[in-house]
C-alpha cells in the first residue's frame, strides 16, 4: 500500500521504494529506506506529514504514492 494511503498514527515499515533513480535517492535522503519505520502525522493540502527517523518531513502525496508500506 502507499504512503499516501496509509492511516495516521499507525507505524508502517517501507517495504519499497519507487520512481526514477533520482527520486530514490532524494528520499533517501531524507531518510526514507527500505526497512525504516515512518508514522503518518497529518495529510493536509495535498501534502503529507511522517515522522522518520525521530524527525517530521513533509512530501508531496505524488512522493508519498512512491513509498510502499
Partial sequence: MPLSLAGTGIPQVIRHIG???EAQRFLA???FVTG???IVISKYDGNVIVNV???RI???ESMASRIMV
Avoid: H, Q, T, W
Fill in 19 to 21: 520512481g526514477k533513480d
Fill in 36 to 38: 525504516s519505520e515512518v
Fill in 53 to 55: 527517523k525521530e524527525s
Fill in 29 to 31: 535522503s531524507l531518510g
Fill in 58 to 60: 513533509a512530501i508531496s
